[in-house]
T-cell receptor, first 113, second 112 residues
């Protein structure tokens, strides 16, 4: 069965600094991969997805992620953090058919002035 | 375009009470899902449905039942609520050939 590991339950960066949120998955077959963002007391919003096209995927709000099959990773990056990026971020992978998703435990991003 | 609508948004139950959470989508999606979100555990799949009249168990189905009598609606029931079911519940839906969910805004349930 698939699993998703997000390294670091909390990440803190300064405004303007690089954001790097790590995600590793376990699969010998490349799955579909997703990053979602959750702002306080809201639902999950899709940031970006990898569906076997380009390995570098660009999403909303300046985020991007690179699929690296050799490292089974799909890390999320943003060159310059903004205060409005403070939220919880979830990596997810398809597993077991019917578009079912397995989610990582989440990484809470804090952005300080 | 409403997307995925969940009702209610908040609820407090006493142990042993029952309730039903409603999820409605207006995108003609075939697949629908119920997840629970708990701190430090991400989202875990409770039940899902791949079409009207069909349901299947997910990772954490115990204590929950579901029904999908109409394509646009997916109901999650708690027959006898327990404090361990205190959580935030999310409904999601997707087209058969299009991975990636549209989520509802969630239901925050507290069982005391």
């Amino acid at each position: 069965a698939q699993s998703v590991t997000q390294l670091g339950s909390h990440v803190s960066v300064s405004e303007g600094a690089l954001v790097l949120l790590r995600c590793n998955y376990s699969s010998s077959v490349p799955p579909y991969l997703f990053w979602y963002v959750q702002y306080p007391n809201q639902g999950l919003q899709l940031l970006l997805k990898y569906t076997s096209a380009a390995t570098l995927v660009k999403g909303i709000n300046g985020f991007e992620a690179e699929f690296k099959k050799s490292e089974t990773s799909f890390h999320l990056t943003k060159p310059s953090a903004h205060m409005s990026d403070a939220a919880e971020y979830f990596c997810a992978v398809t597993s077991g058919g019917y578009n079912k998703l397995i989610f990582g435990a989440g990484t809470r991003l804090a952005v300080h002035p | 375009n409403a997307g995925v609508t969940q009702t209610p948004k908040f609820r407090v139950l006493k142990t042993g009470q029952s309730m039903t959470l409603l999820c409605a989508q207006d995108m003609n999606h075939e697949y629908m899902y119920w997840y629970r979100q708990d701190p430090g555990m991400g989202l875990r799949l409770i039940h899902y449905s791949v079409g009207e009249g069909t349901t299947a168990k997910g990772e954490v189905p115990d204590g929950y039942n579901v029904s999908r009598l109409k394509k646009q609606n997916f109901l999650l029931g708690l027959e006898s609520a327990a404090p361990s079911q205190t959580s935030v519940y999310f409904c999601a839906s997707t087209h058969q050939g299009a991975p990636g969910y549209t989520f509802g805004s969630g239901t925050r349930l507290t069982v005391v």
